[in-house]
């Protein structure tokens, strides 16, 4: 006899009744607290007016559960939601602030940001349909991942630290004392539920610790209700909302390199998820969620939204339920595709106060370069390891203190790669990794991996 299970409900069970009703809502709660926080931010990051901001929330979730539908039915078949990815936000945040320094409006960049998106699920389709996953996993180690993650949490730590700040909130240059003690509390409420919490408590620190804020500032007359007027019920997501997407080298070379370390992602969410779903999983499983991850990736860049990534959160979810059921999940990602079509909804949502959205990220940021901590802690730390993770991220980090307009007395694109830290300290990393101290173990290690995941 096998083991006992620990699931009420597998995968192929069909609850009924008031147990599908709060499962269902279940997901729907836990999906909004990761699908809302991100596209709030970074609307208006880009500056977008009201009825903008709320055709970009609303896209975003139609985006989102579209995704996490399609990947149930025809992609790994696990209860996986798709999510904003925290890694895209990061990148999106930091070439705004390259691209602003040139003078052009941010809002042009999305043109740039739409042909990375559509670009990268090339890739992510043709890696899934000729099954070359394992192959360009070899490259992201966790010598490169950890360097990424970390060059990225430096990047975004000037924006995260003004927004919690209230610098720039209401058009302020300076810090503003009321809104840094209410993001200081919001940042120990979340870390606290995340440490502390217990069950759907921990899951659902962000949604929580959003909605505290948004009623604090709220009860200090701070929450703006947006004008209705011009917005519609009922609106169909419209494609290429900024224009025809434009080629730009420096643009798609970032969004190439993040794409490849969100496939190491991926497979994670895909392995941890089909464990707790007491599922087994084989290459074609891999491929499948692939495929589709790069069918969502084309949509995001036709919908002109940040892209969307399996979360690994589902497991947990999945585990302290015991329902792994693809029915409850479907209904709820059923849900984000109705109520990405009532741009009401969407105008609701990005009435979050920025400094809120600002210090919940900052509490998952932190996790974020937690996560690049770790990888580099999977490394031996030798003379080679520290070699090419310090180069790496000196070089990377250093360049982020250039000012863009010393790189003018290059072309354009030769100046954009110069001085974009994240390209220079990624790239660095992988040369050194793979070519200049090429390690034969660590290779051999690398392919005992790849083919575990075969």
Request: proline share 5%; charged share 10%.
């Amino acid at each position: 006899m096998g083991n006992p299970s620990s699931l009420s409900y597998k995968l192929n069970d069909k609850p009924r009744g008031t147990v599908l009703f709060f499962s269902s809502l279940q997901w729907f709660v836990f999906m909004l607290a990761n699908f809302v926080t991100v596209p709030v931010v970074l609307g208006q990051a880009l500056g977008l007016a009201e009825a903008e901001l709320a055709l970009f929330v609303s896209r975003t979730l139609f985006l989102c559960g579209g995704i996490g539908a399609l990947q149930v039915l025809f992609g790994h078949r696990l209860p996986i939601l798709e999510g904003p990815a925290g890694m895209w936000w990061g990148v999106f945040v930091v070439l705004i602030g390259l691209h602003m320094q040139t003078g052009l409006p941010a809002q042009s960049l999305m043109l740039e940001l739409q042909m990375g998106l559509l670009v990268c699920s090339a890739v992510f389709i043709l890696l899934a349909l000729f099954r070359l996953l394992p192959k360009v996993l070899h490259w992201f180690t966790p010598a490169v991942t950890g360097t990424f993650l970390v060059l990225l949490a430096f990047q975004l730590s000037p924006s995260l630290v003004q927004g919690v700040l209230g610098i720039g909130y209401r058009g302020s240059e300076q810090v503003i004392p009321l809104v840094m003690s209410i993001s200081g509390l919001l940042i120990g409420l979340t870390v606290g539920l995340m440490l502390k919490g217990r069950g759907l408590i921990k899951n659902l620190a962000v949604l929580i610790s959003i909605g505290a804020g948004w009623l604090i500032y709220a009860a200090l007359g701070l929450v703006d209700l947006p004008d209705s007027r011009n917005t519609d019920w009922v609106a169909w997501p419209s494609w290429l909302p900024y224009g025809l997407p434009q080629w730009n080298t420096g643009v798609v070379l970032t969004c190439l390199i993040t794409a490849g370390i969100l496939l190491s992602n991926l497979v994670a969410s895909i392995k941890v998820t089909a464990e707790a779903s007491e599922e087994k999983t084989d290459m074609s499983t891999y491929s499948r969620g692939s495929l589709i991850t790069g069918v969502g990736t084309f949509m995001s860049g036709l919908l002109g939204t940040v892209g969307a990534v399996p979360l690994t959160a589902a497991a947990s979810l999945i585990s302290l339920t015991g329902i792994a059921s693809r029915l409850p999940f479907l209904l709820a990602s059923a849900a984000f595709i109705v109520l990405g079509m009532f741009p009401k909804l969407g105008l609701l949502l990005s009435s979050i106060p920025q400094p809120v959205a600002y210090a919940v990220l900052f509490a998952v940021f932190g996790q974020l370069l937690g996560f690049g901590l770790r990888d580099l802690k999977k490394l031996k730390l030798d003379q080679r390891d520290v070699f090419i993770v310090g180069l790496s991220l000196l070089a990377g980090a250093g360049v982020l203190f250039i000012n863009g307009d010393a790189w003018s007395v290059f072309p354009p694109v030769v100046g954009y790669l110069a001085g974009n830290g994240l390209i220079i300290g990624v790239a660095l990393a992988i040369i050194l990794e793979h070519v200049i101290f090429r390690n034969r173990a660590s290779l051999e290690e690398t392919k005992g991996e790849e083919n575990e995941n075969e």
